[in-house]
């Protein structure tokens, strides 16, 4: 049986095409439809295949965008989708963890990649890649330079979780001459505080994947893995995650269904 | 199927102006009441009508947050945002209004309330237990007695106090009653209608025809069970909502509960079943403010501490309903609440094994999104987890 799994975020659509324990996949921008860029995608990933539409058996879509794509069969959460892909990817996996541009959040899965707890940042941005994206912005740098800048550096605490606020702080700081270094690394550290405490609470995972754009980010992850007391892992894949959870789920339902 | 009667219910705050007004030409007095802690049978029995004001709206919070700080919580604002802008008919319909010393954010609020409308604040206790608060809370009832006897121009005697013990008494049993229909699976009636008709019950003018209502709709709901009628399919995942209090205007979780794909068959919160269980003691030979101090003491809300008996109300209640999942609903900045949410998720998990989520919003629409996709993983996790 053949199964596609579409991931419609805010910034990219994902399409994920799964036979068997084989998969296929591509990463497009979703511009400003997702219910065409949804299309598209799926047109090309047919393509890619030499299939025809009728050859799929099931469809599942996921992201924010899901409930603008009329010709899915179901819409899933992106939590759900998002666990079924990471376990896929990396087996023994008790845990994920996801910063990405928005929102960061901590998904318990069981040995199946089924969620069984999770938790999501509030609305501020504190936690979230766009934290890191202000605080760049404020020291004149790009967020891909921030890891390797601060590297080895030893962090200075900063008071403020509001990213207005750590703005100004940072500002003040660079102004009594601390080192740019050691107010990232701060940074990166109050980050992963925030993040730790929200995996604490559904009880710290033994094997955790660390997806997300900041998962790229060394200084995150290393702060992260202290205060866990844990290795996060990182797959080079993790941004089809979603899409491939959801074709995975695809694949479950229609299992369920020929029952 | 919808029962025909809630047609009426989503109207009912609307409708019932025109009653109560005509209730204050005829020299009716109306007492406003915030909170559940407020005794309404020393209002009845003064005979005046109580109506509830708490604020489930966040039209007026824009206003409030011109005197009170952002950072409070949602009820407390759109409380005070209504008196103040005199946008609420029930607020300037009172004669008087009963307000008590709950959380720091109401307390403190009322002191600026105070200003519009002649008012009398309780002390409540912080705890339920032991003797001292006990004698404290009753004096404190005695207090109000006076204090509406004067306000109101009415004596409150024992007897119209026994008369109106009955019938807030026999009212909560009725909105009980309402409430237990939804311990049939599938529910029939949805946790949207649930609220609706139980929070409509705060605007009543005349608590016989509140409850004739309320019975028509049990009967009404009767009939959907007994030819499944309800408007859930089977196996869909049933939810029980704790936490905070909702009402018309601040239901934005129990809707995005029932939009995801769950059935609210409880609301353990104040406006739910919360209070319901616990009657005042019709005994002749006791004192019937010492009976209503009983009662009243025994509400488990956060303010309390410790509350031990939100755990042993909701211990019952996820048992009686067959509930596969908990959704705690926390308004921001409540910090009682939001902290008692920990010890909650501890519960439920650890001895219920059950799925858990903690909310923390306000009654703006502004995170609908966010908070939709976080109810939808929810319901799909118990949706599993109930299919296993
Ligand atoms: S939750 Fe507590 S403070 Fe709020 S209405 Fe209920 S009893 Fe009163
Ligand atoms: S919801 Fe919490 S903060 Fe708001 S009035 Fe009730 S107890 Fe106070």
Sequence with gaps: MITVGLDLGSVTTKAVLVEGNSWISLIRPTGYSPRQAGREAFEELLGNAGLKRGDIGFIVGTGYGRISVPFIDQAVTEITCHAKGAHFLVKEIDMVIDIGGQDSKVIAVDRFGNVTDFAMNDRCAAGTGKFLEVIAAALGLDVSELAMLSKNADPIQTSNMCTVFVESEVISLLAEGVKRERIIAGIHQSVAARVAAMAERLGKGEHIVFTGGVAKNEGVREFLGKELGRDLLVVPESQIAGALGAALLAQEEVKLKSL | ?388
């Excluded at chain 2, 409308?117 to 006990?134: W, Y």
Aim: proline share 5%; hydrophobic share 40%; glycine share 8%.
């Design chain 2, 1 to 388: 199927m919808r029962p025909g009667s809630m047609k009426i219910f989503k109207n009912f705050r609307d409708l019932s102006i025109m009653d109560l007004e005509n209730a204050k030409k005829n020299k009716t007095k109306i007492v406003g009441l915030y909170c559940a802690f407020a005794p309404q049978e020393l209002v009845l029995a003064a005979g005046a009508i109580p109506v509830g004001l708490c604020g489930t709206k966040n039209e007026p919070i824009a206003a409030a947050e011109k005197v009170l700080p952002r950072n409070l919580c949602p009820l407390i604002k759109s409380s005070f945002g209504f008196a103040i802008t005199d946008t609420c008919p029930f607020f300037r319909l009172a004669d008087f209004v009963i307000a008590e010393t709950t959380c720091d954010g109401k307390k403190k609020m009322f002191e600026f309330l105070r200003r519009y409308k002649p008012m009398h604040i309780m002390q409540l206790p912080q705890s339920s237990d032991g003797t001292r608060t006990f004698d404290w809370w009753l004096a404190e009832l005695s207090v109000l007695k006076i204090k509406l006897e004067e306000n109101l121009g009415a004596e409150i005697s024992e007897d119209s106090l026994r008369q109106a013990i009955k019938l807030a008494n026999r009212e909560r049993r009725t909105m009980k009653r309402l409430h237990e229909i939804n311990k049939i699976d599938p529910a029939p009636l949805s946790g949207l209608d649930l609220m609706t008709a139980l929070w409509s019950n705060n605007f009543n003018e005349d608590k016989e025809e509140g409850i004739e209502l309320v019975n028509g709709l049990i009967g009404e709901a009767d009939e959907i069970a007994g030819n499944g009628t309800s408007p859930f399919p089977k196996g869909t995942p049933r939810i029980l909502l704790t936490g905070c209090p909702v009402g018309l205007g601040s239901e934005k979780v129990v809707m995005l509960i029932e939009k995801c794909g769950g059935s609210v068959v409880c609301l353990e919160n104040c406006g739910g079943i919360k209070t319901l269980g616990y009657l005042v003691e019709e005994n002749d030979q006791k004192d019937p403010l010492e009976a209503l101090a009983e009662r009243y003491l025994k509400i488990p809300c956060s303010c309390m501490s410790p509350n031990s008996g939100r755990f042993e109300l909701l211990d019952r209640l996820i048992t009686e309903y067959k509930v596969d999942g908990v959704v705690d609903l926390t308004w921001q900045a409540c910090h009682t609440y939001n902290i008692e949410a920990e010890m909650v998720r501890d519960f439920v998990k650890k001895d219920f094994g059950l799925p858990f989520l903690h909310l923390e919003t306000d009654y703006s629409s502004s995170d609908l999104q966010q908070l939709q996709t976080r109810i939808s993983a929810f319901i799909e996790v118990t949706g599993r987890k109930k299919q296993q």
